[in-house]
């Protein structure tokens, strides 16, 4: 067996490793995406308050994205499975570049993802097929192999997507497979991004098509087709939030998400990055990224007359990525700030629960 074989199934196994200890029911495989308290306090947003306060520290989006966890809870009840399953599958293939060193094999491992994606949930996977390297107008497809249904997250999207009508199912993968090729471009990039587009480009696949998919699953969300140009504009500034709150840890991996044209303008050299990060050079560019996910954060906003309130909901991340850039222009765009380390570290997770709930009740974000 070839090395690249052995790559390949060596990060198949270690996709379906989790699947075994998770019970085969819906059920279990939502509770996998996220622990599931019920409350019975009256007060919906005690509950959530409650909720929040009563999870447990096992849950995966405690451990990697708790903001989305709070405003996942949020959501109308009926979208609230759907909506774990997909920040899970978030952040599974997120978790890609981390996980594994070699690009070799977190571009196979992402694969896999995009594989059972297709293999799994309904769709003709054209758009996998259009961003094969090469142009392909095929793909060599994966055997279908039962263990890849039975991942957990998988599961949960399965369970999630199969009340849906099949328009919006549909559209679910599409807005996934946009995600998961969007990371594997990411694997792929073998310095800074290219340019402010290409940037923008990958923050509206990564970030964006996530609150897309969250619009297709949440009833009474799409009653205004403004609700996905909500989506595209807010989930594109989360996703450039999100970069600059992970410089630090961006740094230690070897990643830098500042675009070309933004480093040369700024005459930032990069071998200083780590130790000069208060540098004039560094805050202009980190301002020209802060500013553009700023001027993406109003135009979604810009929108709220316009939305439903299931809508409303979905947007809510605006909130703490808001926050966030908030913060670092006080710290006059020293992303490399102690106080910005992580953007969860911005203000408490007291006042992070009580400023969402205040917004999710008022229907802003």
């Avoid at 990697?64 to 909506?83: F, I, K, S």
């Avoid at 899970?88 to 491992?109: C, F, G, H, W």
Wanted: contains cysteine; aromatic residues 6%; proline residues 5%.
């Amino acid at each position: 067996m070839s090395a690249s074989r052995r790559l390949l199934a060596l990060s198949r196994a270690r996709g379906l490793a989790t699947a075994a200890s998770v019970g085969d029911t819906p059920r279990a495989a939502v509770e996998y995406c996220v622990s599931h308290v019920r409350c019975g306090a009256k007060s919906k947003w005690f509950a959530l308050l409650f909720a929040v306060l009563r999870l447990s520290h096992s849950a995966p989006h405690r451990q990697y994205d708790y903001e989305g966890y709070l405003c996942t809870l949020a959501l109308p009840p009926a979208a609230r499975a759907a909506g774990f399953a997909v920040r899970a599958y978030n952040i599974e293939t997120a978790k890609v570049l981390d996980s594994a060193k070699e690009k070799p094999l977190q571009l196979m491992r992402l694969r896999w993802w995009r594989d059972a994606l297709a293999d799994t949930l309904p769709g003709a996977g054209q758009e996998a097929e259009a961003g094969d390297s090469g142009g392909a107008s095929s793909r060599r497809k994966t055997a279908v192999n039962p263990a890849v249904a039975g991942h957990p997250v998988l599961r949960a999207l399965t369970a999630a997507t199969a009340s849906l009508a099949s328009q919006d199912a549909a559209a679910v993968r599409a807005c996934l497979e946009r995600l998961t090729l969007a990371r594997e471009a990411d694997a792929g990039l073998e310095d800074l991004p290219p340019s402010t587009e290409a940037l923008l480009v990958y923050a509206q696949a990564a970030g964006g098509s996530v609150l897309e998919a969250l619009m297709h699953c949440t009833p009474g969300a799409l009653d205004d087709s403004v609700a996905l140009d909500g989506a595209r504009a807010v989930g594109t500034a989360v996703c450039l939030a999100a970069l600059l709150a992970g410089t630090r840890h961006h740094l230690a991996a070897g990643r830098i998400y500042l675009p070309v044209d933004i480093v040369a303008d700024a005459s930032l050299q990069l071998d200083s990055l780590r130790t000069q990060g208060s540098s004039d050079a560094a805050r202009k560019a980190f301002s020209a990224v802060a500013q553009t996910a700023q001027r993406y954060l109003t135009d979604g906003r810009a929108l709220r007359d316009r939305l439903t309130p299931p809508a409303a909901k979905v947007l809510l991340p605006a909130t703490p990525a808001g926050l966030y850039l908030d913060a670092l222009a006080g710290e006059g765009y020293n992303a490399l700030a102690d106080r910005l380390a992580r953007r969860g570290g911005v203000v408490s997770p007291t006042s992070l629960q009580v400023r969402l709930a205040w917004a999710a009740w008022r229907g802003t974000y």
